[in-house]
């Protein structure tokens, strides 16, 4: 079946330090999303990201879909506290089955 | 719409009990999904619905495990019995084929914790 695997698994960052989280599946995807989950929260939607080689951006997080539909990124310039929380990819395989990857869990020392 | 509905947020209950934990989906939406989320395996896909029907089972740990989906406004997932391995954070989460994105709802979530 297909995987989905997130990189790093935890990141410790300095407040005002750029952070990147790596998505990888192990086949290609028609499209894929990402998810924040606050401590103690629930995940929730953040974007989701269709065509090859596609680049979003929301405020300070950039989002990029590689050109084999196959990896995704997730960057957050200037890091502050209120971007802490977990991150998570899910991509959708041709089958229409959203896989979550394992999460980057940020925490950010002000 | 007031989302995607769990109760009870905790639960705490001895080893041997049964826990029943409840869904009630977003309104409309066609797929309701079970996930089971702990620090040591992430967020684990357990079950889900389509149309009220159970599609995929695979990731329900073993048969103390079972799910229902009675209507499209219901869900349960049912431990019998309980062990302390079993706590977690369940979540459930709801979406809407065709819907913008197929975003994928969740709920608050049960804390579960079996003592």
């Known amino acids: 079946g297909q995987q989905v695997m997130q990189i790093p698994q935890y990141q410790h960052v300095q407040e005002g330090e750029d952070f990147t989280t790596y998505c990888n599946s192990s086949?290609?995807?028609?499209?894929i999303q990402w998810y924040k989950q606050r401590p103690g929260g629930h995940p929730v939607f953040l974007i989701q990201l269709v065509k090859s080689g596609e680049v979003k951006k929301q405020k300070r997080l950039t989002f990029q879909f590689g050109e084999a539909k196959k990896n995704s990124s997730l960057h957050i310039t200037a890091t502050q506290t209120t971007d802490v929380g977990t991150y998570f990819c899910a991509g959708r395989d041709a089958g229409n089955m959203l896989t979550f990857g394992g999460g980057t869990r940020l925490m950010v020392k002000p | 719409d007031a989302g995607v509905i769990q109760s009870p947020r905790h639960e705490v209950t001895e080893m041997g009990q049964e826990v029943t934990l409840r869904c009630k989906p977003i309104?409309?939406?066609?797929?309701l999904f079970w996930y089971r989320q702990t620090m040591m395996r992430g967020l684990e896909l357990l079950i889900y619905?389509?149309?009220?029907?159970?599609?995929?089972d695979s990731g329900m740990p073993e048969d103390r495990f079972s799910a229902k989906m009675p209507n499209a406004s219901f869900s349960t997932l049912k431990i019998q019995p309980s062990e302390p391995r079993d706590s977690a954070v369940y979540f459930c989460?709801?979406?809407?084929?065709?819907?913008?994105?197929?975003?994928?709802?969740f709920g608050a979530g049960t804390r579960l914790s079996v003592l």
């Open positions: 989460a709801s979406s809407l084929t065709g819907g913008s994105k197929n975003i994928q709802y």
């Open positions: 309104s409309g939406h066609d797929y």
């Open positions: 619905f389509n149309n009220n029907v159970p599609i995929d």
């Open positions: 086949t290609t995807l028609s499209n």
